[in-house]
T-cell receptor, first 114, second 115 residues
């Protein structure tokens, strides 16, 4: 199994630009999570989906952030417009709803907004 | 709401020495408990988990953790540390909400191993 796949691995963009982060969960997993990791705030859950439906987006910082999961094998996290304070590592994780609830993390996308 | 405290931000141990990383949680019932490890530039890898049953759980890479309900703790241990164990370790508490288990992470403990 290839594990959770995220792209791009690194993204550098200028303030005001749109940024799209991509995630492919492990095949068969039906829950998907987006996290943000910063030195100041640690690891924060932004949003999670179950069976492609957003269940809890209370961690999304503001309206500039949006996430979609059009099918079971793909999700995007979009920031529009981006700001320097959005610089962080963004992780995607997936799990099975039934069973042991283990979350498997992708390698992350390091976002730098200048 | 649940919370996790990892009181040690940074720990240094000598290779071959024993290790204990502390984790305390706050939750009204017995939560799901996890330890993850993150190497520099990498994602998080699950070391071990506790859901129920035996309070001493074994994980990968020779790690173990013990759930102590009376102390609301889930400390991670390893009898002999290897240089490759240098990484950041996160404790997490999971609360199943019917559709998935949301995880709340501690702030992490960075482990340095001296030779």
């Amino acid at each position: 199994d290839a594990g959770v796949i995220q792209s791009p691995r690194h993204e550098v963009t200028e303030m005001g630009q749109e940024v799209t982060l991509r995630c492919k969960p492990i095949s068969g997993h039906n829950s998907l999570f987006w996290y943000r990791q910063t030195m100041m705030r640690g690891l924060e859950l932004l949003i999670y989906f179950n069976n492609n439906v957003p269940i809890d987006d209370s961690g999304m910082p503001e309206d500039r952030f949006s996430a979609k999961m059009p099918n079971a094998s793909f999700s995007t996290l979009k920031i529009q417009p981006s700001e320097p304070r959005d610089s962080a590592v963004y992780f995607c994780a997936s799990s099975l709803t039934r069973g042991n609830h283990e979350q498997y993390f992708g390698p992350g996308t390091r976002l730098t907004v200048t | 709401a649940q919370s996790v405290t990892q009181p040690d931000i940074h720990i240094t141990v000598s290779e071959g020495a024993s290790l204990e990383l502390r984790c305390n949680y706050s939750y009204g019932a017995t939560p799901y408990l996890f330890w993850y490890v993150q190497s520099p530039g990498q994602g998080l890898q699950l070391l071990l988990k506790y859901f129920s049953g035996d309070t001493l759980v074994q994980g990968i890479k020779g790690f173990e953790a013990e759930f102590k309900r009376s102390q609301s703790s889930f400390n991670l241990r390893k009898p002999s540390v290897h240089w490759s164990d240098a990484a950041e370790y996160f404790c997490a508490v999971g609360v199943p909400d019917g559709t998935a288990s949301k995880l709340t992470f501690g702030t992490g403990t960075r482990l340095q191993v001296t030779l």
